[in-house]
């Protein structure tokens, strides 16, 4: 403790210097300098240097963690709040989307004795700046099972301003948002995607070339998202999102992260009757899972099965066929043996 402004300053110019080393992180990480760090967030003069340290400490999990094991989320979160910017200072933005990704970080942040006042101020001063940053740290605490009940209140506003997103990166995650909420824990989602046209909305985000591909995998997550809730399901059999998605996966073939997310969505989509029905009728969706059996990629090949046990368990024309095909697959083997 000592009040020679001049000494810190030099003092923390020399730790950032060292953070950028592995091993001198973990030894800040590890000693008592964190503690040290996080109280002297009060102080205004030298916050740009903490806030960039700390950035650094928080780019690797164990660092991570321990600075969420501080007061270090809570004090963030009132640097946000306050910040009187338009846009979030760069070193601020990054430090809170960082330890958003933690769990206890995000909690930290959320603070559950007051969670959800703190997103409302974070959702109000959304609305008012446009902020990618802080939509990105809004995307993390929506990622979590515990901090995403916080966001949840919050579905129609997010819905509301992704329709008036002005920007390609605030789209991005403010989609990105929506795809990371239990949307289908949602009761009134049926009626939000009946009053913001959420699906058609959607849909104009599903074709290639138009799309940025960023926007594109996000409109497809929260698809997934969607058709998780039974009565959202049925909404897509009348729209033009399920022949596009099919289309998707098709010329989507070597985006290995697209096609997973595409065969999500199509998994809970054939637990309802009606884009199932749609489906298996109007497209070769059965044919093309078959061929996905054989896929390099192991996630894809365990979703494409998981989409043909869907279809077995509620189409009987399909069933046998597709029995059969995953016989020869599984006992491939012992097939070529015998013949």
């Known amino acids: 403790p000592q009040n020679n402004e001049a ?25 008592e300098m964190l503690p040290k760090l996080t109280r002297m967030l009060s102080r205004k003069q030298q916050l740009p240097l903490i806030l960039r340290l700390l950035y650094n400490l928080s780019a690797e999990k164990e660092g991570r963690a321990a600075i969420c094991a501080s007061e270090a989320p809570r004090a963030i979160t009132k640097q946000v709040l306050a910040c009187a910017e338009p846009a979030l ?11 958003a990704a933690d769990e206890k970080g995000a909690a930290g942040i ?21 902020d990618p940053h802080l939509c990105k740290l809004l995307r993390n605490l929506a990622s979590h099972p ?35 909420m239990p949307l289908h824990t949602i009761g009134e989602l049926p009626h ?7 699906i058609d909305f959607i849909a104009r985000h599903l074709v290639p070339g138009f799309a940025d591909d960023d ?31 099919y289309t998707l996966v098709t010329e989507k073939q070597e985006d290995d992260e697209v096609v997973l997310q595409i065969l999500y969505a199509f998994y809970h989509l054939l637990q309802a009757a009606e884009p199932r029905y749609s489906l298996l009728q109007q497209t070769q969706l059965v044919v093309y899972l078959l061929d996905l059996l054989m896929d390099k990629n192991e996630q894809v090949r365990r979703m494409a099965d998981l989409c043909l046990d869907a279809v077995m368990e509620n189409d009987e024309a399909w069933a046998p066929q597709i029995r059969q095909r995953k016989f020869q697959m599984h006992n491939r083997e012992w097939l070529e043996v015998v013949d």
Request: overall charge negative; charged content about 20%; proline content about 2%.
């Open 7 to 31: 000494l810190v300053a030099t003092a923390l110019r020399l730790l950032f210097n060292l953070s950028f080393d592995a091993e001198m992180r973990t030894a800040i990480v590890g000693g």
């Open 89 to 99: 200072p760069l070193e601020l933005a990054a430090l809170a989307v960082n330890l």
């Open 110 to 130: 959320a603070d559950e004795a007051n969670g959800g006042e703190v997103v409302r101020k974070i959702v109000d001063r959304l609305y008012q700046t446009h």
């Open 146 to 180: 515990t901090a995403s009940q916080h966001v949840v209140p919050f579905t129609a506003d997010l819905i509301a301003l992704a329709q008036q997103a002005d920007q390609a990166e605030l789209l991005v995650e403010l989609l990105g948002v929506l795809g990371a």
């Open 192 to 198: 939000l995607a009946d009053k913001y046209d959420l």
């Open 215 to 245: 926007i594109l995998l996000e409109a497809v997550i929260v698809i997934g998202a969607l058709a998780a809730h039974p009565e959202c399901a049925a909404r897509f059999s009348r729209t033009r999102v399920l022949s596009s998605l």
